[in-house]
């Protein structure tokens, strides 16, 4: 086998002819002698000419080629059952895991159907009015359902990420994640392939339970007992999968007395700018209409402390993400075709625990949720005329430390306020933000202009609380048999790294039972 890179003009596609011509000159053969030839990534190359990268795997003819392959689902109904506390990317694959392994997933979701979360989310857009078990964090898929689904992650070491992406199209995905350096799958599609999910994990004999919000897990009989919308679950071991935003289940951890640590997590603003400005500064000026909708990244040291962008949303819209009343918090969602008219991302502060006063495994949970409740009563006390509305600041004016006189149109459907960012955000985070901003324009001339909106606040991107484990058993540290997995437990970000921890708790889960 020999791997080689191949580049083309975007807008050009690459035929096949093209693709084994170059294989045979890679391998040193005559076309007819390449075997399987398969293109293995894709990647946008915006440095001089405006190109696509293709990496390639070649095989001679005769050499042996194995693609890879999905584990076969199993019949579960009758198997010994494993309850999995979320229906977000990390219980859903560790719930299809346990189906190719020969166990009965039992997921418990506090929220609603994919679908039937959808009008909920529009009630809280247009009215403000936020179901504190159905919205943009909670329901089936999560918070990935209704979000950009990007779908790569910094980490190799967590497992195979092929499993994802192979078990994602088998859902009804599209292919070309395969193959993409920066795949994702878009708003308008995930409903779909979170469904698809479910129908496979109830035809092979799991079980979906729905509006069932755990309120007990309670040691018994060697197992486990869990509470859920007023029925009793009964099963040896338990995954809890339960998201990055779930206070309900910590405060259970605490009142039991097992184990908890506060954990750095990041806060910041959504940054809003025009898509077409990103368009041209990240193709220097060549884009056009063509070519793939401009993205971008980058991270700063500022004072000892990351600044970095999160989750950005190229063509993308602004969403409420709150989860309860009184508080304001903001996040990012594009379609698949990434066409809106602005592209925005969160720009964020790391926070570690030494960087807010206080002690306890909940005092950055308390943090965040008072810089959440302080964007809500600013906008309250100052006229806004929507409960979510946001309050905003254009980038120039907030790093020179000035109240906008006016705004730039917005994505974000409740609206934003004219305020003083600068001094709503907690110090620490505004000064280096404000530091921030300016750096990142010597990267990418014309990022820094009063043309880009900031919007408060970008506070939930990641737990703020970790659920301790066993590295070696995945298993919390006070509870043999429950398996803290995903972004709630502390030990992922986004949906492929909590993909693929749901995966390896299921199979740590598997060898035990």
Known sequence: MKEFEIAKKIGKEL????????????????????????????????????????????????????????QEFRDVHGAKPVIIIGAGPAGLFAAVKLLQLGLKPVILERGKDVHRRKADMARLSVEGVIDPDSNYCYGEGGAGAFSDGKLFTRSSKRGDIREVLHGL????????ILVDAHPHLGTDRLPAIVENIRLCVEEHGGEYHFDSRVTDI????????????????????????????????????????????????AMGVRVEHPQWLINQIRYHGKYQPFMPTAEYSFVQQVDGRGVFS??????????????????VV?????????????????????IEPEDVPGDGPFHLMDFQQAVERKMF?????????????????????????IVSRDLPKTSYHPGALSSPLHELLPEHVAL???????????????????????????????????????????????VPGLYPCGEGAGYAGGIVSSALDGINCAVQCAQTI
């Not at 007819?32 to 894709?42: D, I, L």
């Not at 809890?240 to 908890?260: C, K, M, N, P, V």
């Not at 903001?330 to 790391?350: C, D, E, H, P, Y």
């Not at 309050?391 to 790093?399: E, G, I, L, S, T």
């Open 15 to 70: 035929t096949e002819g093209e693709l084994r011509e170059a294989a045979a000159k890679a391998l040193g053969v005559r076309p007819e002698k390449v075997g399987h030839v398969e293109v293995v990534r894709r990647s946008v190359d915006a440095r001089t000419d405006i190109l696509y990268r293709y990496r390639v795997q070649a095989f001679r003819e005769g050499e042996p080629y194995e693609p890879f392959k999905l």
């Open 169 to 176: 199209v088998a859902f009804g995905a599209d292919p070309d």
């Open 218 to 265: 309670r040691q018994a009989d060697g197992g486990f007992e869990v509470l859920a919308g007023g029925e009793v679950y009964r099963a040896a071991k338990v995954i809890l999968a339960s998201g990055h935003s779930a206070r309900d289940i910590y405060e259970l951890f605490q009142s039991r007395g097992w184990a908890l640590q506060a954990k750095g997590f």
């Open 310 to 327: 999160f989750c950005m949303c190229p063509g993308g819209i602004l969403v409420p993400s709150s989860t309860e009343d009184g508080a």
């Open 330 to 350: 903001l996040n990012g969602m594009s379609n698949s075709a990434r066409n809106s008219k602005w592209a925005n991302a969160g720009v964020v502060v790391q």
């Open 377 to 401: 009563e600013w906008v309250s006390a100052n006229g806004g005329r929507h409960p979510l509305q946001a309050p905003a600041q254009r980038m120039k004016d907030f790093c020179r430390g």
């Open 432 to 478: 280096r933000l404000r530091r921030a901003f300016p750096q990142v324009d010597r990267q990418m001339h014309g990022y820094y202009t009063n043309d880009a909106l900031l919007l408060g606040v970008e506070s939930r991107t990641s737990s703020p609380i970790r659920l301790p484990r066993d590295p070696e058993t995945l298993e919390h540290i006070d």
